[in-house]
């Protein structure tokens, strides 16, 4: 059936319906039945593509073809970008390509690339093209040494080549390279010699000068640019993560004789560093607190919001608690302290928002129970903050789950930041459809000063301060006679650290032998099992003691501190009294 | 209160209860913290009710859509039951008997929508066959344990809402010990206690069965272990005759599934029959010609929004959930921020608040790019009257709404006039579906492209993009940018930028460089980042710190020294540490032990 338009005085049109025959001669008379005969695909993605772009009419049927070239242009490029979201300045082919030749030197070249124009631009990787790369420090190396590159490479001294080249194969050497990915074979002896002389000369050189000496790249360009690029940089994909042979230098922190700082320090010398930027910072964390009004709009309508971008948001959310959430029941949680769980946010949730004094046969009950509560009453409104929504205690799926189950209920209103580069990988799209995300992006530049500070950093040495201090802290809030037994337990422990058979007492101990009873009661701490059992309880709900199931399915009792800590516990402890 | 401790992770704040009371509405927030406030109350109203009437139009549309489904189902389930009935009277039918009906329900891979449809479907079901319907998830039951312990606590929960509270005992009891014998039992009774009462109200049609089935829904299928479902589809087919159990499969793949799940001699204890879902694109085309190709709703999307809304769609989830959702921020976006989005409603209502407008606002009309164009065609004498007098303005702002609500409902009739003749054509020259017929014609004017040639010269009056039309910026949603950023953003974009082009945020113009360059005055973590690029998989922590080391003194050189080197040398290892603890907080590294202090890469490519 096909339709006749016809016009009416008042500008309306009113459609009437005629024969088939009828529309057959009215298409054959106006197209003369010439111009059908184009053929065209179709397009899932948008008509527009299809004229834009005749390459694509190459597809014979009428089938529905995606394109993936389209749908980065539409959803990456095709659209005016708003000027504040950085997500919207490069495409996702920058980010998502593949790695160009890497060599263990590369970063010091870099460095010194870096360091040699204080104020100026130095183009470090000309557009990820792997060739271009690599042809930098030689284009460079005008500006640090004045010998040209024959020259260069002939008399270079040794401490000049030092990141250069070793030797494939001398594994027993001392030297402080193990292996390097130069492609030379020849020369290795004469390398060898030159690596132990500079050792000698490193010490010598002050480190500065050590890391601008580096660049040196001794395949020739011509030899790159034979190699066919895409089958280079899988090749170089697999060589990199096939084999075990670690192609990096040997030097060790110690070696540096940089001590590992503890937390404290750190803090103490960051401090001293005076911030840079700041009237630019300043100026973007206006922006985004202009946005705090309309973020509890949209989470009063039904949306959940969620923060990413570079940088600490943890201010920003503080700074939108404290402005617009001062009157409503909300809940900060920290998703990036260590001790965090989904079981704990449902705690306070029903302990401290709800009142609620009971205690839940499984996690999922308690869900159960939260979510009909706020079902039932309806003038119940919850604000969830979540600093880190993607940490590593609340990643988990099940975590996920609830949380968006949470996050769904009317009344409750989720906003959280998330930080992890692959964080947006733990919603699938049940999850997501839980959470129903509106996402924010608020690039801060901020330190993540307080989100790192749990962190076992591999540079951080991990103080005992901490430990000690909260253990101090949760030992004084017991009985005297607790304090006797938690003692008791230190000592045994010290006491028997190296003896394999200390795990078997406390074993026993957990299950409450009789003669263990007597072990106690003959000091006169416990009169009876039960008030053991209790005080040990009391003792694993501090974390004081964990239980650990041995290899024989037995559970076993330790105190999760190390000996130093506890020494200097129990020393601290005789001190006072 | 602080929020930060070393003892805890949650802090809950809870405002004294008299403050809590006068919790802030919600169209407070719809005006605070914005230049533009005009008319925000009554914008917001009307966001109200055009969201409402947008969903429950879309409600009723999914009904009206899964009513076939469902009546099919429907059918599905008397006529098995029916053949419990019989069969309960006839023994000789021993092997018909160990078969469960089973209807595998195929709705699509679009699984953020499957809980709308199971909802609806639990209603009609318990409205026309049984009150017994179940329905479990597969991440309930890691078990057979489980599977029967959910399915007895929700069946019992089902009479529960009957017989008044007297089954919440018998809960706590059923979760302890359950098997299908206790079910069996629980079934018994249940019947025998409500046959001789038979006092329902609402079950007129299910009444007459005197022991209605069990409908047990499983909504994701795929997802349920091979071994819970063997299991219990073995149980319960020995228990059929005293448990009269349906089975409803939720499939998001293909019913191959089925077989692939369940080894033969389990499958053959099934009766299964499939059923087909209406496909989502299908969805998505009724709801756009509901919700967007009419007249009814004021409100339009531009072409790049809806571009974008599809595309989510067609390439992301398959889910009319989101869709709307999509529509819905669209809608709030709008209303938020354009203010004269006031007269974004039925032409009536319209015209009366025209006349009510403030004199912003006559400015605000004045401003539009297609009022001005519209004022520059016309004689001069007008154009003062237009930019000077207010009545005159509100009087032709009647007019030109007049006209753009004609331009709209013509633009509809010759659109789906269009989209007939073409959507027939061998290769389908214009689009096979309606919305990209719209798409092209919204952009453009459709007579440009080759494909429209010379056909229908009578159309090209009524398909004029909207652009053309003097105040079409009321009506029409364009910030396509806004909708993408906050629906389908994508994080690891913007912390690629952040960290190699920090002068995108940071508008200083010593950060200033040319494309992949970083000036080394750049924030800490930028450079020790770009560094970092420059190893392959394995870093040594103490050739990073050096280099960083370097970069960072040379930066620092013309600042004037107060501090002693060493002290200097420290801090910068101070910033170091923090620059790579930061890394490995934002996943691009990660601390290793295949060899001493090195940390180990987990990003390949540029980011």
């Known amino acids: 059936m096909m339709s006749k338009l016809e016009l009416k005085e008042d500008k309306m049109l009113e459609v009437q319906f005629v024969g088939d025959d009828d529309v057959l001669n009215h298409i054959l008379d106006r197209e003369g039945g010439a111009k059908l005969k184009k053929e065209r695909a179709q397009l899932l993605v948008n008509t527009k593509k299809i004229i834009k772009k005749p390459e694509y009419d190459l597809e014979e049927d009428g089938q529905e073809v995606l394109k993936d070239q389209n749908y980065v242009e539409v959803l990456g490029r095709d659209i005016q970008e708003s000027l504040k979201n950085g997500s919207a300045a490069d495409g996702g082919n920058k980010v998502y390509s593949f790695q160009n030749r890497k060599h263990s030197e590369k970063m010091a070249k870099l460095a010194s690339e870096l360091a040699k124009t204080p104020r100026k631009n130095v183009s470090l990787s000309l557009k990820n093209d792997p060739e271009i790369m690599i042809n930098i420090p030689q284009c460079s190396k005008g500006k640090i040494l004045p010998h040209d590159k024959s020259e260069f490479l002939s008399t270079a001294p040794s401490g000049l080549r030092k990141r250069l080249i070793v030797p494939r194969s001398h594994s027993d050497s001392e030297s402080e390279y193990s292996a390097s990915n130069s492609e030379d074979d020849d020369g290795v002896a004469q390398e060898y010699e030159e690596d132990t002389d500079e050792v000698i000369l490193n010490q010598k050189i002050p480190s500065q000068n050590r890391a601008i000496s580096a660049p040196v790249c001794k395949e020739t360009p011509s030899k790159k640019m034979k190699r066919d690029k895409t089958s280079d940089l899988v090749e170089e994909y697999f060589e990199a993560h096939s084999s075990s042979k670690v192609l990096t230098s040997d030097r060790t922190l110690q070696k ?76 900060v949680i920290n998703g990036f302290f260590p001790g965090i769980s989904v ?137 005297p006679n607790a304090r006797g037994i938690f003692r008791l337990l230190i000592k045994y422990q010290l006491d028997n650290q190296d003896n394999p058979s200390y795990i078997a007492l406390f074993c026993v101990l957990w299950y409450g032998y009789p003669y263990v009873g007597i072990f106690f009661s003959r000091l006169f701490l416990v009169n009876s099992d039960l008030t053991l059992r209790a005080q040990l309880t009391e003792f694993r709900d501090h974390k004081l003691i964990r239980t650990k199931k041995g290899t024989d399915g037995v559970e076993y009792l330790l105190i999760p501190v190390d000996s130093g800590t506890l020494n200097d516990f129990l020393e601290k402890e005789e001190e006072e009294s | 209160m602080a929020t930060s401790s070393v003892s805890k992770g949650c802090f809950v704040f809870k405002p004294n209860f008299k403050k809590r009371k006068i919790s802030v509405p919600v169209e407070d927030y719809f005006n605070k913290g914005k230049n533009e406030s005009e008319d925000s109350k009554l914008r917001f109203e009307t966001y109200q009710l055009i969201w409402q009437q947008m969903k429950s ?94 399915l007895a606590s929700q069946l019992t929960g089902c009479c529960v809402d009957e017989e008044s509270k007297e089954g919440s005992t ?40 005197q022991s209605p089935p069990v409908v047990l829904i499983l909504k994701d299928m795929e997802s349920f272990t091979t071994k819970v479902l063997q299991d219990f589809i073995i149980m319960s087919s020995q228990h059929l005759h005293e448990f009269p159990l ?27 029959e499939l059923f087909q879902s209406l496909s989502c694109k299908d969805h998505l085309t009724t709801v756009l010609d509901k919700l967007l190709l009419t007249t009814q709703f004021p409100f339009k999307l531009s072409e790049k929004v809806l571009q974008i809304l599809t595309n989510i769609f067609l390439y992301h989830d398959f889910s009319i959930q989101n869709f709307i959702k999509g529509l819905q921020l669209s809608l709030l976006e709008h209303f938020y921020s354009q203010p004269l989005s006031v007269l974004c409603c039925n032409l009536p209502e319209a015209k009366r608040r025209i006349n009510f407008l403030s004199d912003n606002q006559c400015e605000n009309i004045r401003r539009l790019p297609s009022f001005r164009r519209y004022v520059e065609k016309q004689a001069s004498e007008k ?22 609500h004609a331009y709209h409902s013509n633009y509809f009739l010759v659109l789906r006039c269009l989209h007939q003749f073409t959507s027939s054509l061998p290769k389908y020259p214009l689009g096979r579906q309606i919305r990209e017929l719209y798409c092209t014609c919204l952009e453009k004017n459709i007579w440009d492209s080759e494909e429209y040639v010379s056909a229908l010269q009578l159309l090209r009056d009524y398909l004029l993009p909207p652009e053309t039309q003097p105040l079409h910026e009321v009506v029409y949603f364009s910030a396509a940018h806004t909708l993408r950023e906050h629906l389908n953003a994508a994080p690891r974009i913007a912390l690629h930028t952040a960290l190699n082009n920090p002068y995108y945020y940071l508008k200083n113009e010593a950060l200033k460089s040319e494309e992949g360059c970083i000036p080394n005055v750049a924030p800490d973590i930028c450079i020790a980042y770009k560094l970092h690029l420059e190893c392959s998989r394995l870093i040594n922590l103490v050739d990073w710190s050096e280099a960083f080391a370097t970069v960072v003194t040379a930066a620092e050189k013309m600042d004037a020294n107060f501090i002693t080197s060493e002290e200097r040398n420290e801090i910068i290892h101070a910033r170091f540490i923090r620059a790579v603890s930061e890394l490995e907080l934002l996943g691009f590294i990660k601390p290793t032990k295949q060899k001493t202090d090195h940390v180990a890469r987990l990003t390949w490519g540029g980011c």
């Open chain 2, 383 to 404: 154009q003062v009257a237009l930019l000077t007098d207010e009545r005159f303005l509100k009087e032709e702002i009647q007019s030109l709404l007049e006209n753009l």
């Open chain 1, 343 to 479: 079981k704990s946010i449902l705690n306070s949730i029903t302990e401290e928002v709800l009142d609620h004094m009971g205690t839940f046969r499984s996690v999922l009950d308690q869900l159960d129970w939260i979510v009909n509560k706020f079902k039932e009453d309806s003038s119940l409104e919850l604000f969830l903050l979540i600093h880190n929504l993607d940490s590593q205690m609340l990643r988990g799926d099940k975590s996920q789950q609830i949380i968006g189950q949470l996050s769904s209920l009317r009344n409750i209103y989720l906003m959280a930041s998330i930080d992890h580069l692959n964080a947006p990988l733990m919603w699938d799209h049940a999850k997501q459809s839980l959470y129903n995300w509106l996402w924010y992006e608020t690039t801060t530049y901020s330190p993540y000063t307080e989100e790192t500070s749990y962190e076992n950093s591999l540079l951080v040495k991990q103080s005992g301060s901490l430990p000690l201090s909260s253990l101090t802290h949760v030992l004084r809030s017991l009985t």
């Open chain 2, 57 to 150: 139009e879309t409600e009723q549309l999914q009904e009206e859509l899964n009513k076939n489904l469902f009546d099919s189902l429907i059918e599905f389930l008397q006529k098995s039951y029916s053949g419990f009935q019989k069969n309960s009277k006839d023994w000789g039918c021993q092997i018909k008997l160990r078969e469960i009906p089973t209807a595998a329900l195929i709705l699509g891979v679009n699984v953020t929508d499957h809980d709308l449809t199971f909802r609806s479907l639990t209603e009609a079901l318990q409205n026309n066959v049984t009150p017994y319907v179940v329905s479990l998830q597969a991440k309930d039951c890691p078990d057979i344990k489980h599977f029967l312990q959910k």
């Open chain 1, 256 to 331: 540096l004789k940089r001590a590992k700082l503890d937390q404290q320090t750190l803090r103490n010398l960051l401090s001293k560093v005076s911030p840079s930027f700041s009237a630019e910072l300043k100026q973007l964390n206006q922006q985004y607190e202009q946005l705090f009004h309309k973020w509890m709009l949209q989470l009063r309508l039904g949306f959940n919001i969620v923060l990413y971008g570079l940088g600490s948001k943890r201010d920003l959310l503080e700074r939108f608690r404290t402005t617009v959430l001062q009157d409503s029941i909300h809940v």
């Open chain 2, 246 to 272: 349906i089975l409803i499969f939720g499939i998001a793949t293909s019913p191959v599934i089925i077989h692939r799940l369940l080894p033969h001699a389990v499958s053959s204890l099934l009766c299964i």
């Open chain 2, 170 to 209: 018998q809960v706590a009891q059923k979760k302890t010990h359950c098997s299908m014998d206790s079910l069996s039992s629980w079934y018994m009774n249940i019947t025998q206690k409500t046959d001789p009462k038979m006092p329902r109200k609402k079950r007129t049609s299910s009444s007459q069965w």
